[in-house]
């Protein structure tokens, strides 16, 4: 049960989807698109699992006072409150009592948190005591506020003002400005790496010269010399370069994938 | 544009800002903007897998009335099996049961490569293969250009050179005689190949950068000095001269710091 | 969707007709007088080849008007009907020149696009003039119905390619139980792996290992588990630490069984806790985010990049450069490769990746697959080869041999 | 540590300053650059500039919106010139979410030719162009293989009245012009398969004189098509258009952009050349005191 069912199960869905890949009929398709879905479902709960690490680590952080917990708080609360904007739209123009309700929750929540952990007794009481009043201060906001409500079976939330802004302002920049840190990586990484130290690394940097030089105004009628040359380089050498690794590449997954339906590789098993 | 949605942009620039200055050294901007996308970018794909993939995936497929009565009146009941797949993996949780985790894991990895095998096979090998085999361009043999793409010989080239590269991927067999100095030849290809390819990308990651300096220049430069807005008032400028307070003050402190250490030791 | 297209379409056509009547009579005459076109002809239907059903073929010959005679066909359209007398109902649109359409439709049965298996079907198809909405009607063929298939011939060579690659790796594994010893050539970024960890642990610096953006499907992200496997076994045994930020729950799953499992291996349980691997977030730049700031505040004395990686291969190698670890990458990510080898120490390119499970092992079992890959390599050069050959010489028997039809 | 040590071994935040300070500045100050022309952009320049006042461009934007920053460029560069030139237009767009960003073209460059201009040495008064007489457009219709098909017999099959719902038989431009035969010209500029269709459907059948413009990438399969004569001319991306802008004197969206790229790109190859120069000179050094 522990060991033999899960490489079993490995061998049994390996090997019907390897057939499936040859039969068109649309039996087939009907179970090949249904696996599909499993594979989704399965992921979408284990990022449950992934919640929990981040929660758990991040309040670990915070315990135990390790160097830069401060900002641990940050994380946690940029996660909740997103999942509180998802879950919540308004019903009309107006915000009402809406993050009254919100910061009642955070607080109330974080005083049970804190009551939890503290070893103080009289301190316990006072967090149990706040986090509880605070909590009920939600409640009472949430079901005597007309202005906004819980939406969890439909996705109103998806189109909340605050869960749109926190996506456009905060995760779009973060995320563009964190890409284009590229820009300056290449050249960081040209400037150390582009060294002739030896004729393969005289190739890489020759080559890499040509085609940055492709459209270099400066260089009057060589240009078009460069210029035809990095085209070659992109289309030739390149091409050919490519072919051989991708079927090497291709024979690596198969023999591995192979492996793994034979159960010769369990590795990504661990033990026990 | 309106003065709300001007706080929300130069609440993007200083993020923009913060980000930008990992650059330089780690410090508690980049910091705060680190925690924070990691924690807010979370908490989205929970939002956005549960909405687009757990409710129309699972719930919908569930219970088609009305929710209470779960699957019994469900068209899809069959669903029910990786709904209890899923709930397996959070086994996991506990100490005693969490090898019960392995079934849905072994049924994950079981279709990924499953599904994998024939597909690589075809993409990668079989095409690749396929694409080798090509006529060789005779008639045009030398080319009408300088290093003509289209010629006979870079035909050749591309055949020899993908020939080569493969035999120096060969692990059971060592790099030396002729066999070697194939698999020689063979690196160099992938060296210049590699070469060309960084070069050819250098274009695109510097367009990121100037997309990000057209970003803060068009909305949040141009918004804090653009008087024909009709929202326009004071508050957009405290807005953007508090931030640039802010840069400025961090340069000149790092400066100083900077110099403080240099007059120590030196 | 598309039946809207084609109505609107239509009824372009008919609001163009009085239009051009309109024209001044120099503009009358260069364009042809309503002359009805030659109809197509040999018009044949049949099932599609290798498809789940719901879709017929149709096939004819084209107009004596298409291209050359009076030169006016613009278009054919293509009309279905359950009965030889009709009433016909429009299906498809093709411009001349082509004399093939393929009749698709849903096989959903909800779906307003329905198209019933099993049940005969007649068509025709219109040569439709340029300028008119004049048209030459074909005769009808049928009765022709659709059908699912079970076996998907254009895969053949797929399968052949599977099977003689199946058969190798079993026999090379087999061969390598019975002890036989199997020659392979060193790697360099594979012994570096092992001096990374000793380095680390002279540092008293830990070890930081990245998976990379791969799901735990995906075979990569399965070749980094048991590298991974490897590498915590060596650290565990060193009382080295070792820092594992993921990307995907699964991967951080079975990440975590791994790491634990390599601790009891090792003799040292009480060491493990869940918090050495750990996930981040499933977001690219934002996981970068992170995994960079790690870099500069835990100072790892080794980066093993493995796995699947995306644009973020740069930025992580640099950041790891400017905290002065040594790295080690390896990816099957072509477009990765280059910016690996330029900013790490070691790279493993593409199939290395795939070697580097068996080398660390140097388990029989694990290198008697390498050989059966090293024989698909020669005989696909092999292959090559003589199919450039034979392509050169118009034998395309041969090459047609290896051509997949999707 | 002597100065070819420390080329060697320079700080990697002098790069990222310098990157940053030549990015900036060059975004900002509006300097020129010269840029090489290549034949097969100078021959579509040639094909415009040499028509006779009052010719029809036909101007296919066939792209999504997803391509504008590597594509607008070079539409917007051709759409002026044709305009100065006293050319019209007949604008089309076979890409389904193409209409509202040829509209926004058409509005952005006719801002810019209201404006007295001086063009290599001539100068253009401004002018206002007009809907029907400069210039038409005639929308989107699907199906691009039978569109291209049917233009060639006649405009109003496939579009019986243009993008804003004229009859076609109403706009004075259109008066007389029934098909490719009254076109001077085709150009198609675009990031997909319909630049096939031109060449095949439309060049290949009615044997008009095309033009195309498309991404950097795809432009290198097209050459053979140059070579054959079935197309005039080729400009490939960002760069293909700043050649065009370079041509008409008229620097726009596309110099700007590579005024950045050009000086970013320059300053890594001065890094690495540094780098290098460094590397060569401090071995030369140490093999010195080898000896």
């Known amino acids: 049960m522990r060991r033999q069912l899960p490489l079993a199960l490995v061998f049994i869905f390996g090997v019907f989807m390897i057939v499936q890949y040859f039969v068109p009929h649309e039996y087939s398709e009907w179970v090949y698109e249904f696996l599909l879905d499993w594979i989704t479902i399965i992921g979408i709960f284990a990022l449950a699992l992934g919640i929990y690490s981040l929660t758990h680590v991040s309040m670990g952080k915070i315990r135990n006072r390790t160097p830069n917990w401060q900002y641990a708080i940050v994380t946690m609360l940029g996660l909740f409150v997103m999942i509180y904007f998802g879950f919540t739209a308004r019903t009309g123009d107006s915000w009402g009592l809406y993050f009254v309700a919100l910061v009642a929750l955070t607080l109330g929540i974080s005083s049970l948190t804190w009551g939890a952990v503290e070893t103080q007794a009289s301190r316990r009481k006072i967090g149990f005591a706040a986090?509880?009043?605070?909590?009920?201060?939600?409640?009472?906001?949430?079901?005597?506020?007309?202005?906004?409500?819980?939406?969890?079976?439909?996705?109103?939330?998806?189109?909340?003002?605050?869960?749109?802004?926190?996506?456009?302002?905060?995760?779009?920049?973060?995320?563009?400005?964190?890409?284009?840190?590229?820009?300056?990586?290449?050249?960081?990484?040209?400037?150390?790496?582009?060294?002739?130290?030896?004729?393969?690394?005289?190739?890489?940097?020759?080559?890499?010269?040509?085609?940055?030089?492709?459209?270099?105004?400066?260089?009057?009628?060589?240009?078009?010399?460069?210029a035809q040359t990095a085209n070659w380089l992109l289309n030739v050498p390149n091409l050919a370069a490519k072919r051989a690794i991708v079927i090497g590449i291709g024979l690596g997954i198969v023999a591995t994938a192979l492996k793994v339906i034979l159960g010769i590789e369990r590795g990504y098993m661990g033990r026990g | 544009?309106?003065?709300?949605?001007?706080?929300?942009?130069?609440?993007?620039?200083?993020?923009?800002?913060?980000?930008?200055?990992?650059?330089?050294?780690?410090?508690?901007f980049y910091k705060f903007a680190e925690h924070l996308v990691v924690g807010v970018s979370a908490g989205y794909f929970v939002i956005i897998l549960w909405h687009n993939g757990l409710v129309p995936n699972l719930f919908h497929r569930l219970a088609d009335g009305d929710w209470y009565l779960l699957w019994m009146n469900s068209s899809k009941p069959w669903y029910i099996i990786p709904a209890i797949l899923g709930v397996l993996m959070w086994t996991r949780f506990s100490k005693k049961y969490s090898w019960v985790s392995r079934w849905p894991l072994a049924v994950y990895i079981g279709v990924g490569t499953g599904l994998a095998i024939p597909l690589e096979m075809s993409n990668r090998v079989n095409k690749q293969l396929y694409a080798a085999m090509a006529e060789i361009d005779w008639s045009n043999f030398w080319g009408s250009r300088f290093l003509d793409v289209s010629a006979g010989y870079s035909d050749i080239i591309i055949f020899v050179g993908a020939i080569a590269a493969l035999i120096y991927f060969f692990f059971s067999k060592a790099h030396t005689g002729v066999f070697?100095?194939?698999?020689?030849?063979?690196?160099?290809?992938?060296?210049?190949?590699?070469?060309?390819?960084?070069?050819?990308?250098?274009?695109?990651?510097?367009?990121?950068?100037?997309?990000?300096?057209?970003?803060?220049?068009?909305?949040?430069?141009?918004?804090?000095?653009?008087?024909?807005?009709?929202?326009?008032?004071?508050?957009?400028?405290?807005?953007?001269?508090?931030?640039?307070?802010?840069?400025?003050?961090?340069?000149?402190?790092?400066?100083?710091?900077?110099?403080?250490?240099?007059?120590?030791?030196? | 969707m598309k039946y809207k297209l084609v109505v609107s379409f239509l009824l372009a056509l008919l609001v163009a007709v009085p239009v051009v009547a309109q024209q001044d009579t120099t503009l009358a005459d260069t364009s042809a007088a309503a002359m009805l076109p030659a109809p197509a002809t040999m018009v044949q239907a049949k099932d599609a080849d290798n498809d789940h059903g719901h879709a017929i073929d149709v096939t004819w010959e084209l107009s004596a008007d298409d291209g050359q005679g009076a030169g006016t066909v613009l278009s054919y359209e293509i009309y279905r009907s359950e009965s030889p007398d009709g009433p016909f109902e429009q299906r498809g649109?093709?411009?001349?020149?082509?004399?093939?359409?393929?009749?698709?439709?849903?096989?959903?049965?909800?779906?307003?696009?329905?198209?019933?298996?099993?049940?005969?079907?007649?068509?025709?198809?219109?040569?439709?003039?340029?300028?008119?909405?004049?048209?030459?009607?074909?005769?009808?063929?049928?009765?022709?119905?659709?059908?699912?298939?079970?076996?998907n011939t254009g895969r053949i060579p797929v399968m052949v390619g599977v099977l003689i690659f199946a058969i190798l790796t079993i026999l090379f594994v087999t061969i390598a139980k019975k002890g036989?010893?199997?020659?392979?050539?060193?790697?360099?970024?594979?012994?570096?792996?092992?001096?990374?960890?000793?380095?680390?642990?002279?540092?008293?610096?830990?070890?930081?290992?990245v998976l990379g953006l791969g799901t735990a499907d995906q075979i990569a992200t399965i070749a980094s588990f048991t590298i991974l496997g490897r590498v915590a076994k060596r650290v565990a045994e060193y009382h080295t630490k070792v820092i594992v930020p993921c990307y995907d729950p699964i991967v951080m799953t079975v990440?975590?069984?791994?790491?634990?499992?390599?601790?009891?291996?090792?003799?040292?349980?009480?060491?493990?806790?869940?918090?050495?691997?750990?996930?981040?977030?499933?977001?690219?730049?934002?996981?970068?985010?992170?995994?960079?700031?790690?870099?500069?505040?835990?100072?790892?004395?080794?980066?093993?990049?493995?796995?699947?990686?995306?644009?973020?291969?740069?930025?992580?190698?640099?950041?790891?450069?400017?905290?002065?670890?040594?790295?080690?990458?390896?990816?099957?990510?072509?477009?990765?490769?280059?910016?690996?080898?330029?900013?790490?120490?070691?790279?493993?390119?593409?199939?290395?990746?795939?070697?580097?499970?068996?080398?660390?092992?140097?388990?029989?079992?694990?290198?008697?697959?390498?050989?059966?890959?090293?024989?698909?390599?020669?005989?696909?050069?092999?292959?090559?080869?003589?199919?450039?050959?034979?392509?050169?010489?118009?034998?395309?028997?041969?090459?047609?041999?290896?051509?997949?039809?999707? | 540590?002597?100065?070819?040590?420390?080329?060697?071994?320079?700080?990697?935040?002098?790069?990222?300053?310098?990157?940053?300070?030549?990015?900036?500045?060059?975004?900002?100050?509006?300097?020129?650059?010269?840029?090489?022309?290549?034949?097969?952009?100078?021959?579509?320049?040639?094909?415009?500039?040499?028509?006779?006042?009052?010719?029809?461009?036909?101007?296919?934007?066939?792209?999504?919106?997803?391509?504008?920053?590597?594509?607008?460029?070079?539409?917007?560069?051709?759409?002026?010139?044709?305009?100065?030139?006293?050319?019209?237009?007949?604008?089309?767009?076979?890409?389904?979410?193409?209409?509202?960003?040829?509209?926004?073209?058409?509005?952005?460059?006719?801002?810019?030719?209201?404006?007295?201009?001086?063009y290599n040495g001539v100068f253009y008064k401004g002018k206002e162009i007009v809907n029907g007489e400069d210039y038409t457009f005639l929308g989107y219709k699907p199906y691009f293989a039978l569109i291209i098909l049917g233009m060639g017999q006649n405009f109003r099959i496939p579009f019986p009245s243009d993008y804003y719902g004229t009859a076609l038989d109403s706009i004075p431009m259109m008066k007389g012009v029934l098909n490719y035969d009254q076109v001077a010209c085709v150009v198609d500029i675009c990031g997909g398969n319909v630049v096939d269709a031109w060449i095949s459907y439309g060049q290949g059948r009615y044997n008009f004189k095309l033009a195309l413009g498309m991404t950097g990438v795809?432009?290198?399969?097209?050459?053979?098509?140059?070579?054959?004569?079935?197309?005039?001319?080729?400009?490939?991306?960002?760069?293909?258009?700043?050649?065009?802008?370079?041509?008409?004197?008229?620097?726009?969206?596309?110099?700007?952009g590579m005024r950045v790229q050009v000086f970013a790109h320059l300053l890594i190859i001065l890094f690495i050349l540094m780098g290098n120069i460094g590397y060569f000179m401090s071995q030369r050094d140490k093999r010195k005191l080898g000896r």
């Open chain 3, 255 to 406: 990440a975590q069984e791994i790491v634990k499992s390599a601790y009891l291996d090792a003799g040292r349980p009480d060491e493990y806790s869940d918090d050495i691997v750990y996930f981040v977030t499933q977001s690219q730049f934002a996981y970068v985010a992170a995994v960079n700031g790690t870099m500069l505040r835990e100072l790892p004395a080794t980066n093993i990049y493995m796995g699947k990686f995306y644009a973020e291969s740069l930025i992580l190698a640099e950041t790891g450069a400017v905290a002065g670890s040594i790295q080690i990458s390896g990816t099957d990510e072509i477009a990765q490769i280059p910016f690996f080898i330029v900013a790490c120490d070691y790279t493993l390119i593409g199939e290395e990746l795939y070697a580097a499970s068996a080398y660390l092992g140097r388990e029989p079992v694990l290198l008697g697959s390498l050989k059966a890959q090293d024989y698909a390599k020669a005989a696909i050069i092999v292959l090559a080869i003589v199919g450039i050959v034979a392509a050169n010489f118009g034998w395309t028997y041969f090459t047609e041999l290896f051509q997949v039809v999707d």
């Open chain 2, 1 to 28: 544009m309106e003065f709300g949605t001007y706080l929300w942009t130069t609440f993007a620039a200083f993020v923009i800002l913060a980000t930008f200055s990992f650059l330089y050294k780690d410090n508690p």
């Open chain 3, 93 to 151: 649109l093709v411009p001349s020149q082509k004399n093939s359409y393929t009749d698709i439709g849903s096989r959903d049965r909800e779906s307003p696009d329905y198209f019933p298996d099993y049940i005969d079907f007649y068509y025709r198809v219109d040569a439709v003039a340029a300028d008119s909405a004049d048209r030459a009607l074909s005769e009808v063929f049928g009765p022709v119905h659709s059908y699912g298939q079970w076996f």
């Open chain 4, 1 to 118: 540590m002597n100065i070819f040590d420390r080329m060697m071994l320079l700080d990697r935040r002098w790069v990222f300053l310098s990157l940053v300070i030549v990015c900036v500045v060059s975004y900002i100050i509006p300097f020129q650059i010269p840029i090489m022309v290549t034949d097969e952009v100078e021959s579509i320049y040639d094909m415009i500039d040499t028509l006779p006042e009052g010719e029809i461009v036909l101007l296919a934007m066939d792209f999504d919106p997803s391509l504008l920053a590597e594509l607008q460029p070079m539409t917007y560069a051709m759409a002026e010139h044709a305009f100065r030139k006293n050319l019209k237009v007949i604008f089309v767009t076979l890409s389904q979410n193409g209409p509202g960003m040829v509209d926004q073209a058409i509005r952005e460059v006719a801002d810019s030719v209201r404006l007295d201009r001086t």
């Open chain 3, 180 to 209: 036989r010893e199997l020659y392979v050539r060193p790697l360099a970024g594979i012994d570096a792996v092992d001096d990374a960890i000793g380095r680390a642990t002279e540092m008293g610096k830990p070890i930081l290992y």
């Open chain 1, 131 to 226: 986090g509880l009043g605070l909590l009920a201060v939600f409640v009472l906001v949430a079901v005597f506020d007309p202005s906004w409500k819980f939406y969890f079976y439909t996705s109103e939330g998806l189109q909340s003002a605050m869960f749109r802004n926190f996506f456009d302002y905060i995760m779009i920049p973060i995320q563009s400005t964190m890409f284009s840190l590229l820009a300056f990586f290449i050249a960081s990484a040209a400037y150390r790496a582009f060294r002739a130290r030896n004729i393969l690394a005289t190739l890489l940097l020759a080559s890499a010269l040509i085609v940055m030089l492709r459209f270099n105004p400066f260089l009057g009628p060589v240009g078009e010399y460069i």
């Open chain 2, 180 to 266: 070697g100095g194939v698999a020689t030849f063979g690196i160099w290809i992938l060296m210049i190949g590699f070469g060309a390819s960084f070069g050819y990308t250098v274009m695109a990651r510097i367009s990121l950068f100037i997309n990000r300096i057209q970003y803060m220049d068009n909305y949040w430069v141009q918004t804090a000095f653009d008087t024909s807005n009709p929202n326009f008032h004071a508050g957009f400028q405290i807005l953007f001269w508090l931030l640039v307070a802010v840069l400025i003050l961090y340069i000149v402190r790092e400066i100083m710091a900077h110099l403080k250490t240099k007059a120590q030791q030196g």
């Open chain 4, 218 to 256: 795809m432009a290198a399969d097209y050459y053979p098509y140059l070579n054959s004569g079935q197309v005039v001319g080729i400009m490939g991306g960002l760069l293909g258009a700043a050649e065009y802008e370079q041509l008409t004197d008229n620097a726009g969206l596309a110099k700007d």
